[in-house]
């Protein structure tokens, strides 16, 4: 069997996912709803599999890290204190011609100039007039440009506006780790963590992101994995590099190829970080973010003290000292994840001359499905008996599907598209001697099992 040097494009990812049920656009049969997409059957199997495996690294494998739920609306001087109302923003331009919006910082990086993050609005400006000239828009590839503005992602909501006055605006949240801050004293107070601990997160997020390409790369609703470890000040650059460490190789025990894994230093900082790496994968269109570690300094639980007047300081209990702790966060999107394990699963192999499948090569632990059972003929009742029976059999310990649609190669094609590790087939010698055959998805090698040994084997 030959594996082919195909590149793995966003074309056939984005079909497979939808061919195969793991991605559907949203309010496809409205014509969509840019960069807001929905999970299918087995895409929603894939990403409770992903959360599961992080939670289990980041809470359960950790006896200094807890769990926390918070809501998606806060209080509206929450996103003041954080400085997203007034910092959390892109530069956006229009084409003139045909009034697509872009995001300047984005345009710059394709003719290779880089914007630093830091930058106001007139300095983007100055910027983007000395290259405009040369950039072509996307969609019509004019290269007439309005003027880069600033443009706030915060999503807006008039949750409990009655009036209408739209006072005191209330905001989807930008970012799952503000709802960390504001319970880091109720955490404190309600369990028996002590400094350095951490508070672990998965939740929704939203942004008004202004370019909807690349796919769940970029969406408008998204969730996010998050973890805020609070530390003592001299101790932010130790923990810092221990997380660095750790997060890098999480992604290799979770099966991610090591050589579409690399790191990325910020070198112009966001306003609350004093280091920011990334974690960056190589999706079929480049090395991009899937992660960000950064240290937060003491800048979240100072802010969120100032504006809500509540003391977030931290006293020790051993040593009586009281200070502000800083944060080591670690961030990823679980789009993000899906995506890149999504690629790194998806492989073409030649398996005979001019025939070729499709496999996605998931880890086992990931995989949506894990065992896939059929009858060899679906008009056999004994056959379908005994399939349903070793169906059953399988299915409190393994995420299992029935499958007696078409002939058992075509089954075996379907499977390999989903990542199904392993098949089996009941079929008449069964029927005699109580035994299977087990068909490895990477393989594709067939042997014959017996069905009392069945469970151990896989
Ligand atoms: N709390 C820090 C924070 O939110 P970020 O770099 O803006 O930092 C963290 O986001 C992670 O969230 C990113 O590394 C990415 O994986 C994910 N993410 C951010 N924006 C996203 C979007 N529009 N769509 C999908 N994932 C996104």
Redesign the pocket.
Known sequence: MEQQNTSVTMEKIVSLAKRRGFVFPSSEIYGGFA?VYDFGPYGVELAKNIREAWWQAMVHDHDNIVGLDSAIFMHPRVWEASGHIGGFSDPLAECKKCQTRSRVDHLLEEIGVQADEKMTESEINALFDEHKSKIACPKCGQKEWSEAKNFNLLVESNLGDFTGTGENKTYLR?????GIYINFKNVLDSTRVKVPFGIAQIGK?F?N?ITARQF?????E???M?MQFFVHPSEAERFYNEWKEKRFQYYIDLGIKPENLKWHEHENL?FYAKA?W??EYRYPFGFK????V?NRSDYDLTQHSKFSGTDLSYRDPMTNEKFMPWIV?T???????FLAVLCDAYTEEEISEGDTRVVLKFPKKLAPVQVAVFPLMKNKPELVTKAREVFDMLRPHLRCEFDDNGNVGKRYRRQDEIGTPACITIDFDTLENDTVTVRDRDSMEQCRVAIAELKNYL
């Open positions: 960069a930008g970012e799952t780790c503000q997020a942004r992101e769940i790369f970029r969406k408008r998204f969730e996010q998050e966001v920011a990334d974690i973010e899937l992660e960000g950064h966060e961030s990823v999107g679980l789009d993000r994840t």
